[in-house]
């Protein structure tokens, strides 16, 4: 499975940002994924930022609730996370990630990033104060 991020860009605090990632996925079988986005900060370890569910549920680290919004297009293979109200400390490389789970399975969370086996190369998303 390949990632392509796209999106990053530089912004000024308290504006917005859409992400987003392709998957090199047969259209048909996209919709089985669980699918993520996680960042990493300049010095600082990788960590989650929110997960869609193949049934379209989702979940959110806390420091981004209500303020970032995942969705995705499965007839596009496409992940989407939109960015509002942007704070400095959201600066970082962003990731998509995706793992294939059984189906009986749900997608691990946002703190789960080690079950993550697919990723991207990252899109920068840097926020001036």
């Known amino acids: 499975v390949q990632l392509v991020e796209s999106g990053g860009g530089s912004v000024q605090a308290g504006g917005s940002l859409r992400l987003s990632c392709v998957a090199s996925?047969?259209?048909?079988?996209?919709?089985?994924?669980?699918m993520g986005w996680f960042r990493q900060a300049p010095g600082k370890g990788r960590e989650g930022v929110a997960i869609?569910?193949?049934?379209?549920?989702?979940s959110y680290a806390d420091s981004v609730k209500d303020r970032f919004t995942i969705s995705k297009d499965n007839a596009k293979n496409t992940l989407y996370l939109q960015m509002s109200s942007l704070k400095p400390e959201d600066t970082a490389m962003y990731y998509c990630?995706?793992?294939?789970?059984?189906?009986?399975?749900?997608?691990?969370?946002?703190?789960?990033?080690?079950?993550?086996?697919?990723w991207g190369q990252g899109t920068q998303v840097t926020v001036s104060s």
């Open positions: 990630a995706t793992k294939k789970p059984w189906p009986w399975d749900r997608c691990p969370g946002p703190d789960k990033r080690n079950e993550y086996k697919f």
């Open positions: 996925v047969p259209s048909y079988a996209y919709s089985s994924y669980c």
């Open positions: 869609i569910d193949r049934d379209g549920s989702t």
